[in-house]
């Protein structure tokens, strides 16, 4: 359950409107008209980076927060600190705006009003 804490409070935080947890596959349904960015997952380290790409690859936009300024770079670079995330994989969906790294937690805050 802890590897999915960083999708739920992602979702929790950009306004999801349904959750749904079985035996830890987690199901959103994201609203129509939604801003371009629909899912934040805090954290992009081996666990939230891949879960970003997973949304991105599925057409859904997603922004990481990390704290690591030099992390948040490079995935804005397209270039991949995980094994399992080739920079090949990442850097079009990077490119094409469905994925996206910050150090701000600003833009989480502002949609939970």
């Known amino acids: 359950m802890s590897s999915i804490f960083p999708l739920l409070a992602?979702?929790?935080l950009m306004g999801m409107?349904?959750?749904?947890?079985?035996?830890?596959?987690?199901?959103?349904?994201?609203?129509r008209g939604t801003p371009r960015?629909?899912?934040?997952?805090i954290g992009a380290g081996y666990?939230?980076?891949?879960?970003?790409?997973?949304?991105a690859e599925s057409g859904i936009g997603s922004v990481l927060v990390d704290?690591?300024?030099?992390?948040?770079?490079?995935?804005?670079?397209?270039?991949?600190?995980?094994?399992?995330?080739?920079d090949a994989t990442l850097q079009p969906l990077v490119?094409?705006?469905?994925?996206?790294?910050?150090?701000?937690?600003a833009p989480c805050a502002r949609r939970m009003r």
């Open 37 to 41: 960015r629909e899912v934040a997952i």
């Open 17 to 31: 409107r349904e959750i749904a947890t079985v035996t830890g596959v987690v199901a959103v349904t994201v609203p």
């Open 10 to 12: 992602g979702c929790a």
């Open 47 to 55: 666990v939230g980076l891949p879960l970003g790409l997973t949304f």
């Open 67 to 86: 704290l690591d300024a030099g992390r948040v770079e490079a995935i804005n670079r397209g270039e991949s600190h995980v094994e399992d995330v080739p």
């Open 95 to 105: 490119e094409g705006g469905l994925l996206a790294a910050t150090t701000d937690y």
